[in-house]
């Protein structure tokens, strides 16, 4: 069945440096993978999302994400971390058809000054 | 355009209660999920409906939990008798087209129950 492990459930980075949030996925084809942000209170709201082509994929707010079929593995990053991006990102994966989302279980982002 | 909107925003109720819990999704998406988020986990899925029907509720975990979308477009989720294990919050999303469209989510609606 399909799933989805983001390792860290916390990570601490400093304003101004690099970000790399982990995920993992298990998947039996070519994985349509999505990634997530949920500010405290709010809805969840779409970064980026992969289905084919380029295995690199832009998202908003200067995030990317790389797709690593080799790695089963679709890692979040930002080259500069504001503290504004300080929330929880999830990493899922569709089932059966998309007609569902399976999350992973989430990795809190705090941003130190 | 607006997006996907849930009320209430929070709902407090009893043991043994009956609520309901409505969404509005975006105007002219066909496809409408509902997924329970506990804390510290992420979403869950519950139920998904295509037009009218619900096409898969396999998330549902007991006949106390209900939903319906009479007219394909605002859902209400209902649960029956709740328990203090129900508590979360719930997310509804809707996306254009089924399949591997993209989910939109509203703002949840936490329920407690005391």
């Known amino acids: 069945a399909q799933s989805v492990t983001q390792p860290d459930i916390h990570i601490t980075v400093s304003e101004g440096a690099s970000l790399e949030l982990r995920c993992n996925y298990s998947y039996g084809a070519t994985p349509y993978l999505f990634w997530y942000v949920q500010s405290p209170g709010q809805g969840l709201q779409l970064l980026l999302k992969?289905?084919?082509?380029?295995?690199l994929v832009q998202g908003i707010k200067g995030f990317e994400a790389e797709f690593k079929r080799s790695q089963s593995s679709f890692n979040l990053r930002k080259p500069s971390v504001h503290w504004s991006d300080a929330a929880e990102y999830f990493c899922?994966?569709?089932?059966?058809?998309?007609?569902?989302?399976?999350f992973g279980a989430g990795t809190i982002l705090r941003v130190k000054s | 355009g607006a997006g996907v909107s849930q009320t209430p925003s929070n709902k407090v109720t009893e043991k043994g209660k009956y609520v309901e819990l409505r969404c509005d999704p975006i105007?002219?998406?066909?496809?409408l999920y509902w997924y329970r988020q506990s804390l510290g986990q992420g979403p869950e899925f519950l139920i998904y409906f295509q037009g009218t029907g619900a096409a898969d509720d396999s998330g549902l975990p007991n006949d106390r939990f209900f939903a319906v979308r009479p007219e394909g477009s605002v859902s209400t989720l209902k649960i029956q008798r709740t328990e203090r294990g129900d508590s979360a919050v719930y997310l509804c999303?809707?996306?254009?087209?089924?399949?591997?469209?993209?989910?939109?989510f509203g703002p949840g609606t936490r329920l407690t129950v005391l």
């Open positions: 899922a994966v569709p089932m059966e058809y998309g007609n569902k989302l399976v």
């Open positions: 105007s002219g998406h066909t496809a």
């Open positions: 992969y289905f084919s082509g380029d295995t």
């Open positions: 999303a809707s996306s254009k087209l089924a399949g591997t469209d993209t989910q939109y």
